[in-house]
């Protein structure tokens, strides 16, 4: 268990909530069927606590990097090659907060799927961006995370920065 893990699977989080987003924005004015509208609504609410709770554990473990005996002033490939931070209590904790982010991402990967596989039968699916915007994030987050010279707090940081704007967002759609 290490920190990329966690970083790895925050990313792909942050994504799908801006591919849900996008999708609830794509639909809001094109009258969708009383089925997407009401799927969507629910999967609205619930991405948006799902949304916040990965938000506030970006927010906890930057604060706790110091706890787990990471240095968030030195680069995460610094850290991944020389383990003094190892040991069983913080890969425990480590091991927490991955499970944490990859059932947010498991949840929110079933929404996006919910929403498609009805997109599909209605015969929309051809008429939403969701997947090039989730793939977009991707790309930018993943950019970042492998930086080899941004440090692991630098990393960290402009998760939660991407995190809070995807959060902010799906408030607004």
Same mark, same amino acid.
């Given at each position: 268990?290490?920190?990329? #893990?966690?970083?790895?699977?925050?990313?792909?989080?942050?994504?799908?909530?801006?591919?849900?987003?996008?999708?609830?924005?794509?639909?809001?004015?094109? =009258?969708?069927? #009383?089925?997407?509208? !009401?799927?969507?609504?629910?999967?609205?609410?619930?991405?948006?606590? @799902?949304?916040?709770?990965?938000?506030?554990?970006?927010?906890?473990?930057?604060?706790?990097?110091?706890?787990?005996?990471?240095?968030?002033?030195?680069?995460?490939?610094? !850290?991944?090659?020389?383990? =003094?931070?190892? &040991?069983?209590? &913080?890969?425990?904790?480590?091991?927490?907060? !991955?499970?944490?982010?990859?059932?947010?991402?498991? =949840?929110?990967?079933?929404?996006?799927?919910?929403?498609?596989?009805?997109?599909?039968?209605?015969?929309? @699916?051809?008429?939403?961006?969701?997947?090039?915007?989730?793939? &977009?994030?991707?790309?930018?987050?993943?950019?970042?995370?492998?930086?080899? !010279?941004?440090?692991?707090?630098? @990393?960290?940081?402009?998760?939660?920065?991407?995190?809070?704007?995807? &959060?902010?967002?799906? =408030? #607004?759609?």
């Amino acid at each position: 268990m290490e920190p990329a #893990s966690i970083l790895k699977i925050g990313t792909e989080t942050v994504s799908l909530v801006a591919a849900l987003t996008k999708l609830i924005k794509e639909t809001h004015d094109k =009258q969708p069927s #009383s089925a997407l509208s !009401q799927l969507l609504a629910r999967l609205r609410v619930d991405a948006l606590r @799902i949304s916040g709770e990965v938000e506030m554990k970006f927010r906890i473990l930057g604060e706790k990097l110091k706890d787990l005996g990471l240095d968030p002033t030195r680069t995460l490939e610094s !850290q991944l090659r020389e383990l =003094q931070w190892y &040991n069983w209590v &913080n890969r425990a904790r480590l091991k927490g907060f !991955q499970e944490e982010l990859y059932g947010a991402s498991r =949840q929110l990967s079933s929404f996006v799927d919910d929403a498609a596989a009805l997109m599909l039968c209605e015969g929309t @699916i051809g008429k939403t961006e969701m997947f090039a915007e989730a793939y &977009n994030r991707k790309r930018e987050l993943d950019a970042i995370v492998f930086d080899p !010279q941004r440090s692991l707090g630098g @990393i960290l940081e402009k998760l939660l920065e991407s995190a809070s704007k995807v &959060n902010l967002d799906l =408030q #607004s759609a």
